[in-house]
């Protein structure tokens, strides 16, 4: 490995950050190849001698805990590479697109949008995302460049990661975007194909500047007051749809659209309907939302599922990075938008579209602007569009120039607090951030921003819960919506408790004590006795009945065992005389025990009785069997003392044991199996007979006349011959015929004709 | 005592068996006579427990759900 002088060395501290970050930068360095490593930590972490492979990644992920040393390394980067780290800091995302920051760099002015992107990643600031399980070692092609990764990038795809604690040091840099108020009318450089390294352009052309302040549609004087959303539409929706797919999880078809029932759910009014105040109507906002709780961590995608989550822990962390992870999706590409609304690409396609960079550059140049000035969604709009690779040269279609930031600024951003908007003296819409944007853009400390109003719910006796939207935050609708259901959404919203909502609650971890407490802790006026009474009686159901899907069974050949063995300090809930369950095999002092045998219930079972020889008798091999045995064998069999001296336990099948296996409804066919699943053979015949003997005709004792023929031929022949058949009652056998009694003389008479010589032996 | 303090214990032991708990012999016997749980119950363990079929928790809880209890699941990690 390389070497190269230098002062900036520092003492690393010796616990690795653990932080998802971390994790994505260590996958990255173990798909580089030597010669890359080498370049890029040279870069990064310069260090003074020679190092391992290993040392080189555990100082480069350790570097960006040290603020110092990150700065530095932002200090030494190009305005186009800190333009995008800027954007990406306004933005709170880390994980980008690779043709998302190439399209607002290229929207930025500088001609070739890939460039910074590659000085990143060569910088040792940004990283190929590889998804591989944690802990398993990495396999796939190591690169030798960053061209290299964009040929060849793998089922991952052209994903960068920044690092976190880069991210954060982005806030508080001086900005590097174009403010639109400052330098309205200078032309765009880049797109005139002038080579640029400077900050870009800012507004339209010379012809565009008009207003107040310079910039079209830039206003510091709106007609009406601000207005501020509260926040919750989005997380409220997102745990109404969370709970009418807790049972019947979303699906999409392999195409990647939805089923149409769940086409119909995603277009339920409590879900779709548009956003009061919001002044904009988006297409398929269900859709959307869908996308935004995957995002959000409310649903994971399993195969083609969407299968709802417990509460992510984001919602319980603070408004800002509930926020984030609800715009995610947003900032990256997806098959909604506002213009088409939902539209997955066809099948084989890759997913496509200029709006995240869109989105991403627009609410950066909104963060940029003076915190007091108001600014349209449409010179944005107007400013970006002139930029922007995807709407550049003259082939687009007018429906692909129709306006659509004022919908996802009013109609997304809006509702999640972060913007004010309000409407200009010509009824334009005016937007700036909000207090609570300023701290989203600005990486404020947001520890406690949770909602100060404490008393928002009301309780009533009929078991509705009022909830008032002014005292709702992530953190308390997250907590609601485990315990009882979304009724109506408004200013009041309504919530209904039951004993399945309640139960829901408990199946998450809740406790009666946390339900009422946090109702007794919200609560207006006091909890109606009545409904803490209910509460009490729903809760203490739960603990009546337990199951346990994946236990462990302890079982001891004695009483005398399990005493001992829970004398001796097993942690076990005893079962009964003998058997014991634990819930974590881990807190099993094998030590203490001999291991009599071992069974795991996900493999079949392994034949464990041996039958005698008209396979009445069963004995068990006791290091075989199991507990499904136990309660199979006393059905099947009746136990036999254990004779003196023997080992071992021996059951006997008889008809009374047979007609108690009919009467649990077994059939002749589950019982062969039985037998061949415990025994590894069929059913005896013996054990058939038994079992189907009610279920034939009856039998009948009676004497039989029988002609014993001297040989088969002989035999045939009379079988055969109409005029003797007549006297036979049934062939009996190759030599033996039935004949019937009343007619022997006609028989003599015959086999005298033929001449046949017989002997006649009747009682 | 069966076994000295000295001596080791021995012991069967079954993994991931499905068992339904109650301290309630009433709803033991309940949950035994519901007919439409006969394909999922293996039968009686002890007085206070039902051995289920292996992979059957499912239709056992939806149904005990139908009977009006609110069982608590306990599931090991795998």
Known sequence: ??????????????????????????????????????????????????????????????????????????????????????????????????????????????????????????????????????????????????????????????????????????????????????????????MDGQASDGIPALAGDEDDASGEEGAPGVSTLPAFPGTVSDGCEWYIRMAVLWQKTLKNPLRRTQAGDYFKKDQERLEDPQIASPVPDAGVDLPDIGYWLAGAAVSAGVFEIVDTELRPTPFPTNWQASLVQSAAAVLKCCFEPGSWNPQDGWKPPPPGELLSHPFPSVFALAWSLVARLDPKAWISPGVIEAWILKRHPWWSGSGVRPSRKKPFLESWLCGIVW??????????????????????????????????????????????????????????????????????????????????????????????????????????????????????????????????????????????????????????????????????????????????????????????????????????????????????????????????????????????????????????????????????????EPARPTIRLFFLSKVQDPFSIEPEVVLHAPDAETADGLWQWQKFRVCVRSRLGPLAISLKPDQIPLAEQLLNEIGLKYKLQLP | MENGQGSRIPVKVHRRVCVIRSEDPAVIEEILSRKKLQNEIAGRLTASSILVKPGRTEPIVAELLKLGHTPKIVQRPQ
Request: hydrophobic share 40%; glycine share 6%.
């Open chain 1, 415 to 680: 509702p999640l607090g972060l913007l004010e908007k309000t409407k200009s003296t010509e009824g334009q819409t005016l937007i700036r951030l909000s207090a609570q944007g300023r701290k989203y853009a600005f990486g404020e400390i947001d520890g406690d921003e949770f909602r100060q109003i404490g008393r928002m719910l009301i309780v009533q006796p009929n078991l509705e819960v009022m909830a008032f939207r002014q005292g709702l935050d992530p953190q308390r609708i997250a907590k609601l919506s485990r315990f009882a259901t979304w009724k109506n959404i408004g200013p009041a919203c309504v919530l209904q408790l039951g004993p399945d909502t309640v139960y829901r609650a408990l199946e998450l971890g809740d406790t009666f004590e946390s339900i009422r407490s946090f109702l007794d802790g919200h609560a207006t006026r006091a909890v109606p006795p009545a409904v803490v009474d209910q509460l009490r009686s729903w809760a203490s159901k739960h603990e009546r009945v337990v199951v346990h899907s994946s236990a462990l069974v302890l079982e001891f050949a004695s009483a005398g065992d399990l005493n001992a063995a829970l004398s001796r300090g097993l942690l076990a809930v005893r079962l009964g005389e003998r058997h014991a369950l634990v819930d974590q095999e881990e807190d099993i002092d094998f030590r203490l025990f001999r291991l009599a045998g071992s069974r795991d219930y996900l493999i079949p079972p392994e034949p464990c009785i041996h039958q005698n020889q008209d396979g009445l008798e069963l004995s068990v091999d006791d290091t075989k069997s199991d507990l499904l045995l136990e309660t199979e064998l006393p059905l099947v069999a009746d136990p036999l003392p254990v004779p003196p001296g023997k080992i071992g336990r021996s059951f006997r099948v008889t008809p009374a044991s047979l007609n108690r296996v009919k009467e649990r409804g077994w059939n002749m066919d589950q019982l062969d199996q039985w037998f061949r699943m415990r025994t590894g």
């Open chain 1, 1 to 190: 490995m390389s070497t190269v002088e230098n002062t900036e060395a520092v003492e690393f501290a010796q616990a690795e950050p653990t932080a998802p970050w971390a994790s994505v930068i260590r996958a990255a360095f173990d798909r580089y190849d030597d010669h890359l490593l080498g370049e890029i930590t040279t870069r990064l972490i310069k260090p003074r001698t020679v190092h391992s492979r290993e040392e080189l990644v555990r100082r480069s992920v350790e570097l960006f805990e040290n603020p110092v040393l990150v700065d530095r390394r932002i200090q030494s980067l190009e305005k186009s590479c800190m333009a995008l780290l800027e954007v990406a800091a306004k933005a709170r995302q880390n994980r980008w697109y690779v043709a998302t920051l190439a399209e607002f760099v290229f929207a930025l002015g500088w001609q070739d949008g890939i460039k910074p992107v590659v000085a990143l990643v060569e910088a040792g600031l940004a990283f190929p995302l590889f998804q591989t399980k944690p802990g398993a070692p990495s396999t796939g092609t190591q690169f030798s460049n960053v061209m290299h990764w964009l040929a060849n990038p793998g089922p991952s795809g052209h994903y960068l990661v920044f690092p976190d604690p880069l991210i954060e040091r982005m806030h508080g840099k001086e900005s590097v975007l174009p403010d639109l108020f400052e330098n309205p009318v200078a032309p765009a450089p880049g």
